[in-house]
């Protein structure tokens, strides 16, 4: 797949992340209210860490399989979280997960940034569809995707197992053609 392309938003540049962003995403994604919302994010995040993923995310978008965007704040040029899609080219369709520093919250940064992930997801790499989990317990991101006008699709009971703890999941998705329509 070609390098992810950086992408312009009203207050945001989403560009890929590079190896000297390691020290701000282990800043950032290390605080416990910021990983518990998340999959992936390890709690305590160890030395050493920040450095992998980022040569890892290069490695899975040569695969095709990631799409990954470090969210820079143009104004100051400062980097406040990550977006991206989970691809999977035989379906057409891919998961997208996003997460941002604390300080950064709620003031429509990741609104801002997934309507523009969506805009490439659907009009750059020709997905069918666009899904997002969200834990039933993290209400913040559940109103960034109604936001977006994402469908709601149901509960899944139990479907992570995330720090020692079963957690219920939300389920939003959109389709090509509903994007396309609005
Ligand atoms: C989820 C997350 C990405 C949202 O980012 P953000 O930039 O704050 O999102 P936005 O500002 O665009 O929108 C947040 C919305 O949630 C609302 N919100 C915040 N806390 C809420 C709560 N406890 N209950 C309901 N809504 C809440 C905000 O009011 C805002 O809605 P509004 O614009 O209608 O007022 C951020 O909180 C985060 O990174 N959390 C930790 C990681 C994570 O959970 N990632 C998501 C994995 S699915």
Not at 70 to 76: G, K
Not at 99 to 118: D, F, H, I, K, S
Request: hydrophobic share 40%; charged share 25%; net charge negative.
């Amino acid at each position: 797949m070609a390098p992810s392309p950086t992408l312009n938003t009203d207050r945001l540049l989403l560009r890929p992340f590079r190896s000297g962003d390691a020290p701000d995403v282990q800043d950032l994604a290390g605080v416990y209210d910021v990983a518990r919302g998340t999959l992936i994010l390890p709690h305590p995040y160890p030395d050493g860490e920040a450095e992998r993923w980022i040569a890892d995310l290069q490695r899975e978008a040569d695969a095709g399989t990631l799409v990954n965007f470090a969210i820079v704040l143009r104004e100051e040029n400062r980097l406040i979280g990550s977006i991206g899609l989970d691809i999977a080219a035989t379906h057409r369709h891919a998961r997208m997960s996003y997460w941002l520093g604390q300080p950064y919250w709620n003031r429509g940064y990741c609104t801002e940034a997934v309507r523009a992930l969506l805009a490439y997801g659907f009009r750059q790499l020709h997905l069918h569809r666009i899904y997002a989990p969200h834990f039933l317990n993290n209400p913040a991101s559940g109103r960034v995707l109604q936001k977006v006008g994402m469908a709601y699709e149901g509960g899944l009971r139990e479907h992570y197992l995330r720090f020692g703890r079963y957690v219920d999941v939300e389920l939003y998705g959109l389709l090509e053609n509903e994007f396309d329509q609005r």
